[in-house]
């Protein structure tokens, strides 16, 4: 038995998700470990809000909350729709907690003393009427670059540019609109990560089997040459500076930069979440002194999330010296696009989690959002693809084999799984080929190749519509009692292997599916021996036919959404 660590980028806490978010980082990050849990290894999915920063006091102000408040409710609101999403996460944490306090805290001073972290004295802009400093979002202005005039302080929304609070043109406060600004001078604590250059290069290096996506965003960081960056802010919410346990002289109006604390919280949850069960120990996933070197640790993200991934994190973990775990795989996606453009939390474009599951259940998104990846390209949704895939994979493939073997047998055998007869030429067939595009299947979900994964899992649902259609059972009830029945038992085998397959890809409807079979669950991926997996149902068994599996979308159903979700051409 294996174990296996995975995390998912931590979802920022400004508002529910989109589906972007959702494709790009938690959904496959949950297939895969259920994946994993199914084939009997230890493994541990862990996630956590992302509290900290200027977009989550600034989306608080606008909720009128104070940014505690609103981090909290916003947190219960991201756990309780991922959950509804079937996301299976061993904890869902925040990286405001005080675990990940004293873990960032910790992870700076060891850095300091490594010579790793030094005070730089900077020019910050600072607003007279506000009586502060204007970091990143608090500030705007005119872009340098293309001369968009609502660029903010970290980077123009128009163009693209990373910027400096103090390159913008013409700039106010967005707390209070007052250009009575002046550039002050303040001191701020600076990661030098030049210093890590070379040390971060050859530990990418080592690691030549991660997806191109992610080593070429690496290798396209280093190319261009590491720079030293400053981990802390003039805020008031965040990880507090401190030195030797505390608060640093002439920084203790400062907090951690968003960025630095926000990869510790994947240890820090992983804390948060030994802490909430008895016998539960994180050291032993994240310690390689302490039983973590038989670890493999696994990153799902977006691609804007590699940098910081391979670079900035890599920094804190390898630059302190001390004996932490680092990702051994990481899996990155591209984006998937909303009708020619971006989805946007701010600019709440495109349909997000809450209200996709308004309109249908959570095993239709998972099933397009999946078998669509943005792996290998952007990719775009539009509803004529959602549509075709829940009718013509979901409805038309597996919700159809499902029904009609299992009506069927209710009209032909009372509901009972027939006995009686021999396993013939086509039944051998069948084995083989299952067996074939089961071991596909189990390798690509292995090389977490989504798409590859999904097209493997279809195939095997359409194998046994196959198999329907050439055994056709209907034919030989009227002539073969026995026949039938070995065609008929043969099948239902077949619908609850596809729940067990099914199961990381479309949990709610395979556990319908696998309750109609009397599966124990959650189900154990099954092995090369396919003459006994499909005899998991033996005769005599009541098997029952589960209401409608997947409900088909028409055209005035995706005409509806197109005007309530404004995705159109
Ligand atoms: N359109 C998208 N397609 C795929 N992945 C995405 C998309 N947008 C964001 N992601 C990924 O989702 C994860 C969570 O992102 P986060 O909550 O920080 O949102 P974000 O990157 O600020 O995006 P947005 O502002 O659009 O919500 C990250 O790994 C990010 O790379
Ligand atoms: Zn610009």
């Known amino acids: 038995m294996a174990r296996i660590l995975i995390t998912s980028a931590l979802p920022y806490i400004n508002g529910i998700k989109h589906l972007g978010n959702l494709a790009g980082s938690m959904l496959?990050?949950?297939?895969?470990?259920?994946?994993?849990?199914?084939?009997?290894?230890?493994?541990?999915?862990?996630?956590?809000?992302?509290?900290?920063?200027?977009?989550?006091?600034?989306?608080?102000a606008a909720a009128d909350q104070d940014v505690a408040t609103y981090c909290e409710e916003q947190h219960v609101l991201q756990h309780d729709v991922g959950r509804a999403f079937g996301l299976s996460w061993d904890h869902f944490g925040r990286s405001s907690s005080p675990q990940n306090h004293r873990l960032t805290q910790h992870f700076a001073e060891v850095l300091e003393a490594q010579g790793l972290i030094e005070e730089r004295v900077d020019q910050m802009v600072y607003s007279i009427d506000d009586r502060r400093f204007l970091p990143d979002r608090y500030i705007e202005g005119t872009c340098p670059h293309c001369g968009f005039e609502k660029a903010r302080g970290d980077q123009c929304d128009n163009c693209g540019n990373l910027l400096d609070p103090t390159d913008l043109k013409d700039p106010y406060s967005v707390i209070?609109?007052?250009?009575?600004?002046?550039?002050?001078?303040?001191k701020h604590l600076y990661l030098l990560q030049t210093k890590m250059a070379e040390r971060i290069r050859a530990w990418v290096d080592s690691h030549p089997d991660w997806p191109t996506l992610a080593k070429s965003i690496a290798y396209k960081h280093l190319d261009e040459g590491l720079i030293d960056r400053g981990i802390t802010r003039d805020l008031a919410w965040g990880v507090p500076v401190t030195k030797d346990g505390l608060p640093r002289p002439g920084m203790e109006e400062k907090v951690f930069y968003v960025w630095f604390d926000a990869p510790i919280e994947y240890i820090a949850a992983t804390q948060e979440w030994a802490e909430a069960g008895e016998g539960r120990d994180w050291r032993s996933w994240w310690r390689t002194d302490a039983g973590a070197d038989d670890v493999r640790y696994v990153q799902f993200m977006g691609k804007d999330n590699v940098a910081f991934h391979t670079v900035s994190f890599p920094a804190t973990i390898l630059g302190s010296e001390e004996p932490w775990k680092s990702v051994?795989?990481?899996?990155?996606?591209?984006?998937?696009?909303?009708?020619?453009?971006?989805?946007?939390?701010?600019?709440?474009?495109?349909?997000?989690?809450?209200?996709?599951?308004?309109?249908?259940?959570?095993?239709?998104?998972?099933?397009?959002?999946?078998?669509?990846?943005?792996?290998?390209?952007?990719?775009a949704f539009t509803w004529?693809?959602?549509?075709?895939?829940?009718?013509?994979?979901?409805?038309?493939?597996?919700?159809?084999?499902?029904?009609?073997?299992?009506?069927?047998?209710?009209?032909k055998f009372d509901g009972l799984v027939p006995d009686g007869g021999q396993i013939g030429p086509l039944e051998e067939k069948l084995y083989a080929d299952v067996a074939a595009r089961l071991a596909d299947l189990s390798e690509q979900m292995d090389a977490i190749e989504i798409r590859k994964s999904a097209q493997a899992l279809r195939a095997l649902w359409v194998v046994?519509?196959?198999?329907?259609?050439?055994?056709a059972p209907w034919t030989a009830i009227k002539t073969d009692r026995d026949r039938a029945a070995v065609?008929?038992?043969?099948?239902?085998?077949?619908?609850?292997?596809?729940?067990?397959?099914?199961?990381?890809?479309?949990?709610?409807?395979?556990?319908?599916?696998?309750?109609?079979?009397?599966?124990?669950?959650?189900p154990a991926w099954p092995t090369s021996d396919v003459a006994a997996e499909l005899s998991t149902v033996p005769a005599g068994q009541a098997v029952r036919a589960p209401e409608v599996l997947f409900k088909k979308i028409d055209e005035d159903m995706i005409a509806e959404w197109a005007a309530r979700f404004g995705g159109a051409e």
């Open 28 to 60: 496959p990050a949950d297939v895969y470990a259920r994946f994993q849990r199914a084939r009997g290894h230890e493994t541990l999915y862990i996630c956590a809000t992302d509290e900290h920063g200027t977009p989550a006091e600034l989306a608080a």
């Open 176 to 186: 209070s609109g007052s250009r009575n600004l002046e550039v002050r001078d303040t």
């Open 328 to 379: 051994d795989m990481l899996k990155a996606f591209n984006w998937l696009n909303w009708y020619g453009g971006k989805f946007s939390t701010s600019n709440k474009r495109g349909v997000f989690m809450d209200a996709a599951l308004d309109i249908l259940p959570p095993d239709l998104w998972r099933w397009y959002l999946t078998s669509n990846s943005p792996e290998g390209s952007d990719t």
């Open 464 to 471: 046994g519509n196959e198999y329907l259609q050439e055994a």
């Open 384 to 411: 004529e693809q959602f549509a075709s895939a829940v009718n013509r994979d979901l409805a038309d493939v597996l919700g159809n084999f499902v029904n009609r073997i299992l009506k069927f047998n209710e009209s």
């Open 487 to 522: 065609i008929v038992r043969t099948a239902l085998n077949l619908a609850a292997l596809y729940a067990r397959i099914s199961a990381p890809f479309i949990p709610f409807a395979a556990e319908k599916i696998g309750e109609a079979f009397a599966q124990p669950w959650p």
